[in-house]
Nanobody, 124 residues
């Protein structure tokens, strides 16, 4: 099992940056693909980014590619999402997720483990 707790959300102006953190506990963390999803009001939850177990391979949604960076620190059981050049349309609740799925398939997975979410609001 993996327990996930996100932090780092908040209010930022368009063009600004935020760094989300996800603290993981549980023995399965180091063997799990980790990722981020988001859900805006009235929208379905959508994939944002994923990273493989060792942290050397990543994949991103086209909408965030070049602006967001996912990383992990297996020694600290942490996953991060660095978000730069934020846009109003990035406003959403961001969820950390973990699963055994290969990172390249994470975008279409329904991860087994989820955090509670953290709100990111980008103002114009």
């Amino acid at each position: 099992q993996v327990q996930l707790v996100e932090s780092g959300g908040g209010l930022v102006q368009a063009g600004g940056s935020l760094r989300l953190s996800c603290a993981a506990s549980g023995r399965a963390f180091s063997s799990s693909t980790m990722g981020w999803f988001r859900q805006a009001p009235g929208n379905e939850r959508e994939f944002v980014a994923a990273i493989n177990r060792s942290g050397d391979s990543t994949t991103y949604a086209d909408s965030v590619k070049g602006r967001f960076t996912i990383s992990r620190d297996n020694a600290k059981n942490m996953v991060y999402l660095q978000m730069n050049s934020l846009k109003v349309e990035d406003t959403a609740v961001y969820y950390c997720a973990a699963d055994g799925t290969r990172y390249s398939s994470f975008y279409r997975a329904i991860p087994a483990y989820w955090g509670q979410g953290t709100q990111v609001t980008v103002s114009s």
